[in-house]
């Protein structure tokens, strides 16, 4: 007999994301945020997985690897008061909140190596997501300014293994 595990609704996310993450180039990072917009609101989605905080800054926890190296999901903890730094990114990326709310804040290029310079800013709640391509302009930096934790689901263009040299594209911590 042949006992398989049931099939979990983050079992089903992955498939989503991986599928999505097969897309062209120029759709992927929103096919991806379309994936994880599905998924992201439900809070029994990460039943069962560890995710600890980090008293110092955000944490990530690797969820899935593609096998093939073309993308990582990973979930981030953010307790009060932590915050990415401000970056662009040099690979597409897409995520969506879990739990908490995260404040994304926006920004341009300071001129002539100025720090930059707030454009907009948005709250991402429990099921929002947001998206983009890699793209030195594309700056922003979320924050979670709230008084409970907060945990984020990403999507990356690039192996796990490369997150902390191919990823962010940081302008000011």
Not at 7 to 31: C, F, G, H, K, Y
Not at 153 to 158: A, N
Request: hydrophobic content about 40%; overall charge negative; some cysteine.
């Amino acid at each position: 007999m042949i006992i398989t595990k049931p099939r979990t609704n983050l079992d089903v996310m992955l498939d989503r994301v991986t599928q999505a993450a097969r897309s062209p180039e120029a759709i992927r990072p929103a096919a991806v945020g379309e994936a994880l917009a599905d998924f992201v609101h439900d809070p029994q989605l990460l039943a069962g997985i560890a995710c600890p905080c980090c008293p110092d800054r955000y944490i990530r926890h690797l969820l899935h690897a593609d096998p093939e190296g073309g993308f990582a999901v990973v979930a981030l903890v953010w307790r009060p008061g932590q915050m990415s730094p401000i970056h662009a990114h040099h690979t597409w990326c897409a995520l969506g909140v879990h739990r908490g709310t995260l404040t994304e804040s926006f920004y341009q290029r300071g001129a002539d190596g100025q720090e930059p310079t707030t454009t907009a800013t948005c709250l991402r709640r429990a099921g929002d997501i947001s998206h983009g391509a890699a793209d030195p302009d594309v700056i922003h930096r979320l924050a979670n300014l709230g008084g409970t934790n907060a945990l984020s689901i990403h999507v990356y263009g690039v192996p796990y293994e490369r997150f902390g040299s191919d990823v962010n594209l940081v302008y000011s911590a």
